[in-house]
């Protein structure tokens, strides 16, 4: 990061003094079918990057809380497959084979309100409201994590799964439980630093399956029919007319805006480069847009707020 993030803005608490919200950097993939081969590499791309005594829980459906990975509870499944590695991941499998929904989460078992920040993957797929399948595949980092250790696990993602898109950058994120006051916070701090992403995927996941998240410090692109040729141009030859960099990777491209996630904090008239414009201007007609109101009371009494924040980079909030 160009500038250390504030004390007081890398975790924010209630009244009462119970931290709610962190900032923390993300790197979040959408996608609505997996299969085994996938979700075991993501699991060794995950432990391959996380440091080992940071590998420490583990949750799947059929388990009712959390497990040491170092000593697993293994269900049927798992022990008829004893011996295999990550055997506790084997009822997941099964359920990924007979096209089911699941989850699969990791976990340091850092809570919010430790300094250290935390280390996460969240693989998911479960039905939406029209039946249809939503799933993403989303990893949380301390602020501390290297650029380029962030930059490579993104492009190592972009080489090992099919997916429809991604973003990575700085985020906020909050403890689940007390999500109505803590995006009450989050509704003031969206409006000051721009560069943090607003992350709701109750909210946001239907729409990703044809819309793109507004610029992020990277931006992913995945391969296929439902992006159009024009876009994938575009998107292309980013690097050619800002200082964008663009990889082309085995399933799709990842576009790194600026040389460093950024606060672009209003405050201190951070303004972000042009890239951010350009990327914006250039998925503007699949730009995330009408996706109602942002969870908590300040979003939903605000009606514009959300698709201001939707909007942020476009050409027309920055004249």
């Known amino acids: 990061m160009a500038r250390t993030l504030?004390?007081?803005?890398?975790?924010?608490?209630?009244?009462?003094?119970t931290i709610v919200v962190k900032v923390l950097r993300e790197m979040i993939f959408y996608k609505s079918d997996f299969t085994v081969d996938e979700y075991d590499a993501l699991i060794d791309l995950y432990k391959s990057y996380c440091p080992a005594n940071r590998d420490r829980l583990f949750r799947i459906p059929e388990l009712p809380?959390?497990?040491?990975?170092?000593?697993?509870?293994l269900?049927?499944?798992?022990?008829q497959k004893?011996?295999?590695?990550?055997?506790?991941?084997?009822?997941?499998?099964?359920?990924?084979?007979?096209?089911?929904?699941?989850?699969?989460?990791?976990w340091d078992g850092m809570e919010i309100d430790e300094p250290d920040g935390s280390w996460s993957l969240d693989i998911q797929r479960r039905r939406g409201e029209d039946r249809t399948w939503l799933g993403y595949v989303r990893f949380l980092f301390p602020l501390d994590l290297?650029?380029?250790?962030?930059?490579?696990?993104?492009?190592?993602?972009v080489d090992t799964i099919q997916?429809?898109?991604?973003?990575?950058?700085?985020?906020?994120?909050y403890v689940p439980e007390r999500k109505s006051p803590a995006?009450?916070?989050?509704?003031?701090l969206a409006r000051r630093l721009k560069g943090v992403d607003v992350e709701d995927l109750p909210i946001t996941l239907p729409h990703m399956r044809t819309e793109l998240k507004p610029p992020c410090w990277l931006n992913a692109i995945g391969r296929g029919s439902i992006w159009s040729k024009d876009l994938w141009r575009s998107l292309c030859s980013l690097d050619e007319r800002s200082t964008a960099q663009?990889?082309?990777?085995?399933f799709g491209l990842l576009i790194q805006l600026s040389e460093s996630p950024e606060l672009f904090d209003v405050n201190y008239r951070e303004l972000p480069p042009q890239s951010y414009r350009d990327f914006d201007a250039a998925i503007s007609e699949v730009r995330l847009s009408d996706i109602g109101a942002f969870s908590g009371a300040k979003f939903g009494a605000d009606p514009e707020a959300t698709n201001q924040w939707l909007s942020r980079f476009s050409s027309a909030q920055q004249s």
Do not use: N
């Open 6 to 17: 504030p004390k007081d803005l890398a975790t924010i608490a209630l009244d009462d003094g």
């Open 65 to 73: 809380s959390w497990s040491q990975t170092a000593a697993p509870r």
């Open 75 to 79: 269900t049927m499944s798992a022990r």
């Open 82 to 106: 004893h011996g295999k590695p990550l055997a506790e991941f084997e009822a997941v499998r099964r359920r990924i084979s007979e096209g089911r929904w699941f989850f699969t989460k990791l």
């Open 146 to 157: 290297p650029d380029a250790t962030h930059v490579s696990l993104a492009r190592d993602v």
């Open 163 to 173: 997916f429809i898109s991604g973003h990575g950058g700085l985020c906020f994120t």
């Open 183 to 188: 995006f009450d916070r989050i509704y003031a």
């Open 246 to 250: 663009v990889t082309e990777g085995r």
